[in-house]
């Protein structure tokens, strides 16, 4: 079954500045990938999915996503994070050669400080 | 189409009592989920369905817990005899089966249970 893992809980950083969300799954056979956002007492919506095609990804807002298939990983990447994108990050995996249901990380919650 | 509705936003309970939620899809979407995010968590799978079949039910669920998709259009979710650990936003999702079209899952607002 798959899985994922997104390894920093918390990730402060200053306005203006780079950031990267790591997430790394587990699966066996081929993968959907995808970004979810969920920005302070609102609900789940999708930034960027990986369904096949160019590996990297971009969202409206400047973020994208690198899927290396190699290193199981799909992390979240931004040159320069404004105070708008405090929110909660969560990576989503599923197995489409099995047709499988979404599992979800435990989520990045990523701070801008001033 | 309006989006993935669910219904109640929010309800409090009595430990004990059962309470029932439902989620309407997005109409032409074949799958449903069902999810439960506590506070500073990933949503945790609980259950989903393609039209009305359901394909799997997690494992940490107790058997409290039920849902049903009749007629393969809206879902209800009750639980039964709720503690208090079962505090926590219920979130349903919908989108296409894979291979049928875009695979990205919508989400409702969720209903937030809080049971005293």
């Known amino acids: 079954a798959q899985s994922v893992t997104q390894l920093d809980s918390q990730v402060p950083v200053f306005e203006e500045a780079p950031v990267e969300l790591r997430c790394n799954y587990s699966?066996?056979?081929?993968?959907?990938l995808f970004w979810y956002v969920q920005y302070p007492n609102q609900g789940l919506q999708l930034l960027l999915k990986?369904?096949?095609?160019?590996?990297l990804v971009e969202s409206i807002n400047g973020f994208e996503a690198e899927f290396n298939k190699s290193q199981t990983s799909f992390h979240l990447r931004k040159p320069s994070v404004h105070i708008s994108d405090t929110a909660e990050y969560f990576c989503?995996?599923?197995?489409?050669?099995?047709?499988?249901?979404?599992?979800f990380g435990k989520g990045t919650r990523l701070h801008i400080l001033p | 189409d309006t989006g993935v509705s669910q219904d109640p936003r929010h309800k409090i309970t009595k430990r004990g009592q059962n309470v029932t939620f439902r989620c309407d899809p997005i109409?032409?979407?074949?799958?449903l989920y069902w999810y439960r995010q506590t506070l500073g968590q990933g949503p945790e799978f609980l259950t989903y369905?393609?039209?009305?079949?359901?394909?799997?039910k997690s494992r940490l669920l107790s058997d409290r817990f039920s849902a049903e998709r009749p007629k393969g259009s809206f879902s209800t979710l009750e639980i039964q005899r709720t503690e208090q650990g079962d505090s926590a936003m219920y979130l349903c999702?919908?989108?296409?089966?894979?291979?049928?079209?875009?695979?990205?899952?919508?989400f409702g607002q969720g209903t937030r249970l809080t049971v005293v």
């Open positions: 990986y369904l096949s095609g160019s590996t």
């Open positions: 369905f393609q039209n009305e079949a359901q394909l799997e």
């Open positions: 989503a995996v599923s197995e489409w050669d099995r047709d499988d249901k979404i599992i």
């Open positions: 999702a919908s989108n296409q089966k894979p291979g049928d079209g875009n695979t990205e899952a919508f």
């Open positions: 699966s066996s056979v081929s993968v959907y």
């Open positions: 109409s032409e979407h074949n799958r």
